[in-house]
Nanobody, 114 residues
Framework: QVQLVESGGGLVQPGGSLTLSCTASESIFRGKVMGWYRQAPGKQRELVAHITSGQYTHYEDSVKGRFTISRDNVKNMVYLEMNSLKPEDTAVYYC????????WGQGTQVTVSS
C-alpha cells in the first residue's frame, strides 16, 4: 500500500524544539528525493527542506540554520529536527517526494505559541 505517515508534532513554546518523523512505503521512498512541506492556515503548502538518497540536503531560507532534515534508507523514514521554533513555523507538516508527489498523508500539526 502506497502511503505516508507523519508524526511528532505538538504544541511548543517559541524557542523550543520538535523532531518530526515520516514513514514512507518503499515505492515512494527508495531512491527518491524526499521533502518536508508545511501548510499554515490560509496559505499554500510550501516545501521547507529536501534530501536526496545520497544525503544531500537543501533548506528554504526561512528555516535554514534551525531545521535539519535526515533520512534512514533502511527504515524508509525521513526526519525533520526543528530548533529555535518561531510562531510563524506553526503549520501542518507533511512529507512527500519532491518529484512525482504521491498522495498526501494526514500530516502532523506543529503549533508554536506561548
Amino acid at each position: 500500500q502506497v502511503q505516508l505517515v507523519e508524526s511528532g508534532g505538538g504544541l511548543v513554546q517559541p524557542g523550543g524544539s520538535l523532531t518530526l518523523s515520516c514513514t514512507a512505503s518503499e515505492s515512494i521512498f527508495r531512491g527518491k528525493v524526499m521533502g518536508w512541506y508545511r501548510q499554515a492556515p490560509g496559505k499554500q503548502r510550501e516545501l521547507v527542506a529536501h534530501i536526496t538518497s545520497g544525503q544531500y540536503t537543501h533548506y528554504e531560507d526561512s528555516v535554514k540554520g534551525r531545521f535539519t532534515i535526515s533520512r534512514d534508507n533502511v527504515k524508509n523514514m525521513v526526519y525533520l529536527e526543528m530548533n529555535s521554533l518561531k510562531p510563524e513555523d506553526t503549520a501542518v507538516y507533511y512529507c512527500n517526494r519532491l518529484i512525482g508527489v504521491a498522495s498526501w498523508g494526514q500530516g502532523t500539526q506543529v503549533t508554536v505559541s506561548s
